[in-house]
């Protein structure tokens, strides 16, 4: 009889625990008078910067948000380093839009998976932070998932926004996302392993079909492999800006990157592996927190990366931290830089488009996107942001090198990638393509060309 | 005096019917069903008729995942030969040799996902302890790269499979063994066998039932692989598709690359060769108890 | 005659150093493997303690770090809820047993020790569906996750597919057959309805089973990665094994972090099976014979 009441009970415990839905965010600070008085002070700083717009508040900048709104907000790998941020900038939102309850959560490697599935199962959050640099916003622009920024935000809101990156990813002309913070991207170097190249800092390749000899040299003097890393879910982008090659044609129906400049490209990297002087791990990986990992765990004499990043070297090997330099990036036969850029996104089909878009107006306007750089060296996409004597002051980190120069900078980053129809079907072909001829042995001319035809096939013709 | 109702045995048998009927009738159904259309689970799906088999006959890739699975059963035997000597080794009366057979079961009872993760580092190719050891004593001279070496995923892959199945059929032979009557080994011995023919001739006969059912569970284990691949190569499944399995593709098509429809034709396929499998499977149990 | 004394005689004491020496072989032999078995999992616990200041990778290698440090285990503890993905596993694995084992003996009943019309029918319905991989399920089992029943990212969506399965059906029908018919005939004579007779008389009897049943199911619950990495989203709900990717992935070339999270997850599984290992063992040989 015991054992039947204690199964029982054991059977009722488990029924609850299994059937409870645990909450899963903490509510949101509701300390209004701080807010209150926070509020206060920036008003007059607000009117130097932002363009007067209707309303007590000058950061409430989208009319006819819904009252009572319920939204859901997804970060790209912010926590928990920047949870203090974050909850003070959702803090301050829910005060300029009083009724707005904001939910947060963090995802990290397995974001754009766990993102995919949320769209599929009708769950995703109302904004998410995309990535532009991984060509997440277009993927999901161009099935129809996300909203217009271009059709549904009033001009002085897009206006508050660097053009080049408002118009970041765009499908069809328009576009989807309001772009978030920038990152610079630098070489980090490794003293302690670059030096014994005999190289140094200002001999650091300027152009990118310098960086095989570079390799050779680190890997003949010191045997360690170089940590590059290939975009591989955007290929293409690649080959656009660090190759100058033309993926397309102009009138966008057939693809074009079999050229001469792609196979040259392409074989920069066939060489380079058949050398073995690439870690092959970093090469191929699709989280680039590998690469990264490598070089702070002092595997590596330089990596590719964004300044803001170097904290994760100060957190997790601070060992390295003296031994780092900054030298600027080698050039592509592109010219141009790619722009490595966060953006928020609302999708399509949220209960609440007003109050998302609010959301996501409000985390990157230029406040909120200055505070944020004042605490990790990462740089606004908002012109006004750089009126701050924060920007003009002599960068004394490492972090800080770039900063004078970020506003110049950033103003040139431009989109030079076409819209490629079906991404994410021809970015596997672009992929298979390219490791039978890394690893496979195929000559990359043949590799590049029976691609092209078969993306162009993919999109019928 | 409450009696037997007629609908008795079906109000036993219901909770379990419906549950089956939803969760593995249905959806063979479903899957035929989507095989033949376009889908991307959010969206409706699109009737495309045979084109997703079509496509499955000409896609290189559907032919070497295939070849890939079928390369994986060489697990099987390797863990079979491997656990029944472990079995043979640990099945003696010495004193804590159940410490011993407890320290092998370790690999077993941790979740192909720690071991995975252990058995990724392992191979790495700046920390692991492999190179480490190898070139401390001089067969390689610099690190080799053993993961992102297309050759050598496969065998690796395999090998984590046979270090963790190895402990958990010791334990189903040991089990065996012990219930071999000991007349037959000592008519063995009177017969003039020495030990190694003595578990050739007795030992290994008598565990025919255990050969067959470790035989039939790790080689659909080995058809259906997919942790140890994600484990150790990523989503990628390995440079140049070395390590894309059946189910991996399955994976893959489905949830990465949102082609459920295609995606369900690989089920489909999939399924045929379970079914030849198991077909196969139960000629040699037959066989095996009729010998008996 | 002296042969009340316990003489040895040179014959005995040779035979007694064979017996010695191959006992010496058969250990050294042990401990061969046992290496082989644990060096990797030793090597892991070690490295989960070195600083940032001692090397992973040295040539010859160096498995005892020089200055321990328990800061690998505070950062995996700050960066990942590893209290959750311990509880997410034990409910769902729990509630799937439970569930599971009731349904499955329930049903093992009619076919074990009634006759009823359709019963071969089904019962090789059952077979057939048998063969089918589970892996095929999974795409239309996300549809109905998502569309019908609504439990996208929550653990409802690994219980309840798992609340039956033909495996454990056939086990416990084996467990039931071998029940002496007149226990239940008695049972029958005394006016108890089959449920009573099922819950009291026959349960009882096939506890060996049952607990076999309960620890395989258990077992392959615990362990499931595929279906568990399609449904669970956020960190806070994931059960161990996806859990335990999550790590991988977020410190990725951070081998002591890496290390420390799965010491961290090993160790508890291994002090619970030491514990219970009387009932593994068990649990796998009764796999076999039944």
Same mark, same amino acid.
């Given at each position: 009889?015991?054992?039947?009441?204690?199964?029982?009970?054991?059977?009722?415990?488990?029924?609850?625990?299994?059937?409870?839905?645990?909450?899963?965010?903490?509510?949101?600070?509701?300390?209004?008078?701080?807010?209150?008085?926070?509020?206060?002070?920036?008003?007059?700083?607000?009117?130097?910067?932002?363009?007067?717009?209707?309303?007590?508040?000058?950061?409430?900048?989208?009319?006819?948000?819904?009252?009572?709104?319920?939204?859901?907000?997804?970060?790209?790998?912010?926590?928990?380093?920047?949870?203090?941020?974050?909850?003070?900038?959702?803090?301050?939102?829910?005060?300029?839009?009083?009724?707005?309850?904001?939910?947060?959560?963090?995802?990290?490697?397995?974001?754009?998976?766990?993102?995919?599935?949320?769209?599929?199962?009708?769950?995703?959050?109302?904004?998410?932070?995309?990535?532009?640099?991984?060509?997440?916003?277009?993927?999901?622009?161009?099935?129809?998932?996300?909203?217009?920024?271009?059709?549904?935000?009033?001009?002085?809101?897009?206006?508050?926004?660097?053009?080049?990156?408002?118009?970041?990813?765009?499908?069809?002309?328009?576009?989807?996302?309001?772009?978030?913070?920038?990152?610079?991207?630098?070489?980090?170097?490794?003293?302690?392993?670059?030096?014994?190249?005999?190289?140094?800092?200002?001999?650091?390749?300027?152009?990118?079909?310098?960086?095989?000899?570079?390799?050779?040299?680190?890997?003949?003097?010191?045997?360690?492999?170089?940590?590059?890393?290939?975009?591989?879910?955007?290929?293409?982008?690649?080959?656009?800006?660090?190759?100058?090659?033309?993926?397309?044609?102009?009138?966008?129906?057939?693809?074009?990157?079999?050229?001469?400049?792609?196979?040259?490209?392409?074989?920069?990297?066939?060489?380079?592996?058949?050398?073995?002087?690439?870690?092959?791990?970093?090469?191929?990986?699709?989280?680039?927190?590998?690469?990264?990992?490598?070089?702070?765990?002092?595997?590596?004499?330089?990596?590719?990366?964004?300044?803001?990043?170097?904290?994760?070297?100060?957190?997790?090997?601070?060992?390295?931290?003296?031994?780092?330099?900054?030298?600027?990036?080698?050039?592509?036969?592109?010219?141009?830089?790619?722009?490595?850029?966060?953006?928020?996104?609302?999708?399509?089909?949220?209960?609440?488009?007003?109050?998302?878009?609010?959301?996501?107006?409000?985390?990157?306007?230029?406040?909120?996107?200055?505070?944020?750089?004042?605490?990790?060296?990462?740089?606004?996409?908002?012109?006004?942001?750089?009126?701050?004597?924060?920007?003009?002051?002599?960068?004394?980190?490492?972090?800080?090198?770039?900063?004078?120069?970020?506003?110049?900078?950033?103003?040139?980053?431009?989109?030079?990638?076409?819209?490629?129809?079906?991404?994410?079907?021809?970015?596997?072909?672009?992929?298979?393509?390219?490791?039978?001829?890394?690893?496979?042995?195929?000559?990359?001319?043949?590799?590049?060309?029976?691609?092209?035809?078969?993306?162009?096939?993919?999109?019928?013709? | 005096?409450?009696?037997?109702?007629?609908?008795?045995?079906?109000?036993?048998?219901?909770?379990? /019917?419906?549950?089956?009927?939803?969760?593995?009738?249905?959806?063979?159904?479903?899957?035929?069903?989507?095989?033949?259309?376009?889908?991307?689970?959010?969206?409706?799906?699109?009737?495309?008729?045979?084109?997703?088999?079509?496509?499955?006959?000409?896609?290189?890739?559907?032919?070497?995942?295939?070849?890939?699975?079928?390369?994986?059963?060489?697990?099987?035997?390797?863990?079979?030969?491997?656990?029944?000597?472990?079995?043979?080794?640990?099945?003696?009366?010495?004193?804590?040799?159940?410490?011993?057979?407890?320290?092998?079961?370790?690999?077993?009872?941790?979740?192909?996902?720690?071991?995975?993760?252990?058995?990724?580092?392992?191979?790495?190719?700046?920390?692991?302890?492999?190179?480490?050891?190898?070139?401390?004593?001089?067969?390689?001279?610099?690190?080799?790269?053993?993961?992102?070496?297309?050759?050598?995923?496969?065998?690796?892959?395999?090998?984590?499979?046979?270090?963790?199945?190895?402990?958990?059929?010791?334990?189903?032979?040991?089990?065996? /063994?012990?219930?071999?009557?000991?007349?037959?080994?000592?008519?063995?011995?009177?017969?003039?066998?020495?030990?190694?023919?003595?578990?050739?001739?007795?030992?290994?006969?008598?565990?025919?039932?255990?050969?067959? /059912?470790?035989?039939?569970?790790?080689?659909?284990?080995?058809?259906?692989?997919?942790?140890?691949?994600?484990?150790?190569?990523?989503?990628?499944?390995?440079?140049?598709?070395?390590?894309?399995?059946?189910?991996?593709?399955?994976?893959?098509?489905?949830?990465?690359?949102?082609?459920?429809?295609?995606?369900?034709?690989?089920?489909?396929?999939?399924?045929?060769?379970?079914?030849?499998?198991?077909?196969?499977?139960?000629?040699?149990?037959?066989?095996?108890?009729?010998?008996? | 005659?002296?042969?009340?004394?316990?003489?040895?005689?040179?014959?005995?004491?040779?035979?007694?150093?064979?017996?010695?020496?191959?006992?010496?072989?058969?250990?050294?032999?042990?401990?061969?493997?046992?290496?082989?078995?644990?060096?990797?999992?030793?090597?892991?616990?070690?490295?989960?303690?070195?600083?940032?200041?001692?090397?992973?990778?040295?040539?010859?290698?160096?498995?005892?770090?020089?200055?321990?440090?328990?800061?690998?285990? !505070?950062?995996?503890?700050?960066?990942?809820?590893?209290?959750?993905?311990?509880?997410?596993?034990?409910?769902?694995?729990?509630?799937?047993?439970?569930?599971?084992?009731?349904?499955?003996?329930?049903?093992?009943?009619?076919?074990?020790?009634?006759?009823?019309?359709?019963?071969?029918?089904?019962?090789?319905?059952?077979?057939?569906?048998?063969?089918?991989?589970?892996?095929?399920?999974?795409?239309?089992?996300?549809?109905?996750?998502?569309?019908?029943?609504?439990?996208?990212?929550?653990?409802?969506?690994?219980?309840?597919?798992?609340?039956?399965?033909?495996?454990?059906?056939?086990?416990?029908?084996?467990?039931?057959?071998?029940?002496?018919?007149?226990?239940?005939?008695?049972?029958?004579?005394?006016?108890?309805?089959?449920?009573?007779?099922?819950?009291?008389?026959?349960?009882?009897?096939?506890?060996?089973?049952?607990?076999?049943?309960?620890?395989?199911?258990?077992?392959?619950?615990?362990?499931?990665?595929?279906?568990?990495?399609?449904?669970?989203?956020?960190?806070?709900?994931?059960?161990?094994? !996806?859990?335990?990717?999550?790590?991988?992935?977020?410190?990725?070339?951070?081998?002591?972090?890496?290390?420390?999270?799965?010491?961290?997850?090993?160790?508890?599984?291994? !002090?619970?099976?030491?514990?219970?290992?009387?009932?593994? !063992?068990?649990?796998?040989?009764?796999?076999?014979?039944?």
């Amino acid at each position: 009889m015991r054992t039947k009441v204690l199964a029982l009970l054991m059977l009722i415990s488990f029924i609850l625990a299994a059937c409870a839905a645990p909450a899963a965010q903490p509510p949101p600070p509701t300390s209004a008078p701080v807010v209150q008085t926070q509020l206060v002070v920036q008003t007059q700083v607000i009117e130097k910067l932002v363009t007067p717009t209707p309303g007590p508040n000058p950061e409430a900048v989208i009319e006819g948000v819904e009252p009572n709104a319920e939204i859901s907000l997804w970060t790209f790998y912010l926590s928990p380093w920047f949870d203090d941020y974050i909850k003070s900038t959702i803090a301050r939102f829910e005060a300029t839009y009083p009724g707005v309850k904001v939910n947060w959560e963090d995802h990290q490697a397995t974001f754009l998976q766990d993102y995919r599935n949320a769209m599929a199962a009708g769950t995703a959050p109302d904004v998410a932070n995309l990535s532009d640099t991984e060509g997440w916003v277009r993927e999901f622009a161009a099935q129809g998932k996300l909203l217009s920024m271009s059709d549904n935000l009033p001009q002085s809101v897009i206006d508050q926004y660097f053009p080049g990156l408002f118009n970041l990813q765009t499908v069809g002309g328009k576009s989807y996302q309001v772009p978030w913070y920038q990152a610079i991207a630098i070489e980090l170097i490794n003293h302690q392993i670059y030096d014994k190249t005999g190289l140094k800092v200002e001999d650091f390749p300027k152009k990118y079909e310098d960086l095989p000899a570079l390799c050779k040299t680190i890997k003949e003097k010191t045997g360690t492999l170089c940590d590059i890393r290939l975009t591989v879910t955007d290929l293409l982008r690649d080959m656009a800006y660090q190759g100058g090659v033309k993926v397309m044609s102009d009138d966008g129906k057939k693809f074009t990157f079999d050229s001469p400049e792609a196979v040259a490209w392409l074989q920069m990297y066939v060489d380079m592996v058949k050398n073995n002087l690439v870690d092959r791990n970093a090469l191929m990986t699709t989280d680039d927190r590998v690469g990264l990992e490598l070089f702070t765990s002092g595997h590596a004499a330089f990596y590719q990366t964004g300044p803001q990043l170097i904290r994760t070297v100060r957190t997790d090997n601070p060992g390295l931290y003296g031994y780092l330099d900054v030298a600027p990036l080698p050039d592509g036969k592109s010219g141009k830089t790619a722009p490595t850029s966060m953006a928020m996104s609302v999708k399509a089909d949220t209960k609440y488009p007003k109050a998302a878009l609010a959301l996501a107006v409000f985390f990157t306007n230029p406040i909120s996107q200055l505070e944020f750089a004042k605490i990790v060296s990462i740089y606004p996409s908002t012109p006004a942001s750089y009126d701050d004597p924060f920007f003009s002051a002599k960068p004394v980190a490492i972090e800080d090198y770039a900063k004078p120069l970020a506003k110049e900078l950033i103003s040139k980053q431009a989109d030079i990638m076409p819209e490629i129809p079906q991404p994410k079907d021809v970015n596997e072909i672009v992929l298979q393509a390219v490791q039978s001829a890394l690893f496979g042995g195929v000559n990359p001319q043949k590799a590049l060309t029976d691609a092209v035809n078969k993306a162009n096939a993919l999109i019928g013709q | 005096m409450p009696r037997k109702s007629a609908l008795t045995p079906y109000l036993f048998l219901a909770p379990a /019917l419906i549950a089956i009927a939803v969760f593995v009738l249905y959806p063979i159904f479903a899957v035929v069903y989507y095989s033949f259309t376009d889908f991307d689970i959010s969206t409706p799906p699109v009737w495309v008729g045979l084109k997703n088999y079509q496509h499955l006959f000409s896609e290189p890739l559907f032919g070497q995942a295939l070849l890939h699975s079928f390369i994986y059963l060489i697990a099987t035997p390797i863990l079979i030969i491997l656990s029944i000597a472990l079995a043979i080794i640990v099945n003696r009366k010495l004193p804590g040799i159940n410490f011993f057979r407890g320290l092998y079961y370790i690999p077993a009872i941790s979740g192909s996902i720690a071991v995975g993760i252990i058995w990724r580092w392992l191979f790495d190719a700046q920390g692991g302890l492999l190179n480490g050891v190898l070139m401390w004593l001089g067969a390689i001279k610099e690190p080799v790269q053993w993961l992102t070496e297309p050759a050598l995923t496969l065998p690796i892959a395999i090998s984590l499979t046979v270090w963790m199945g190895v402990g958990y059929y010791m334990m189903v032979f040991l089990a065996g /063994l012990q219930n071999i009557p000991e007349d037959l080994y000592d008519a063995a011995m009177i017969d003039g066998c020495n030990s190694w023919q003595k578990h050739l001739h007795v030992s290994i006969p008598g565990l025919r039932p255990q050969i067959t /059912l470790v035989a039939v569970i790790s080689s659909l284990a080995a058809i259906e692989v997919y942790n140890e691949i994600l484990v150790l190569f990523g989503q990628l499944g390995g440079i140049l598709n070395s390590g894309v399995t059946m189910v991996f593709y399955l994976w893959r098509e489905a949830f990465r690359l949102n082609h459920a429809g295609y995606a369900s034709a690989i089920a489909i396929v999939l399924l045929v060769i379970t079914l030849g499998f198991s077909i196969l499977n139960m000629r040699l149990l037959e066989r095996g108890s009729e010998s008996d | 005659m002296e042969l009340s004394h316990a003489s040895i005689s040179p014959l005995h004491t040779a035979a007694l150093r064979r017996r010695a020496l191959s006992n010496a072989l058969w250990y050294a032999l042990l401990i061969l493997i046992a290496a082989g078995m644990v060096l990797p999992f030793l090597w892991m616990f070690l490295t989960s303690f070195k600083g940032p200041n001692d090397v992973i990778f040295s040539v010859p290698p160096q498995l005892i770090p020089k200055d321990p440090t328990f800061a690998n285990y !505070v950062r995996v503890w700050n960066n990942l809820p590893l209290p959750n993905f311990f509880l997410n596993s034990i409910v769902v694995a729990g509630t799937t047993v439970i569930f599971n084992v009731l349904i499955t003996s329930l049903a093992a009943y009619p076919f074990a020790k009634m006759k009823f019309r359709g019963r071969d029918a089904i019962f090789y319905g059952l077979l057939a569906l048998y063969i089918v991989p589970v892996q095929l399920t999974y795409i239309p089992s996300y549809v109905l996750a998502v569309k019908v029943f609504h439990y996208y990212n929550h653990i409802s969506a690994l219980i309840f597919p798992s609340l039956a399965n033909v495996f454990n059906i056939f086990l416990m029908r084996q467990a039931f057959k071998s029940v002496p018919d007149d226990l239940i005939d008695a049972g029958r004579v005394d006016g108890a309805s089959e449920l009573r007779i099922w819950w009291d008389i026959l349960l009882p009897v096939v506890r060996p089973s049952l607990a076999t049943v309960a620890i395989i199911t258990f077992v392959n619950q615990w362990n499931d990665f595929l279906w568990p990495s399609l449904m669970l989203q956020s960190m806070d709900r994931k059960t161990l094994t !996806v859990g335990l990717l999550a790590l991988q992935g977020m410190f990725s070339s951070d081998f002591r972090g890496v290390a420390a999270g799965v010491t961290m997850t090993v160790i508890p599984i291994l !002090v619970f099976f030491v514990a219970l290992q009387k009932y593994f !063992v068990r649990g796998l040989t009764g796999a076999v014979k039944g």
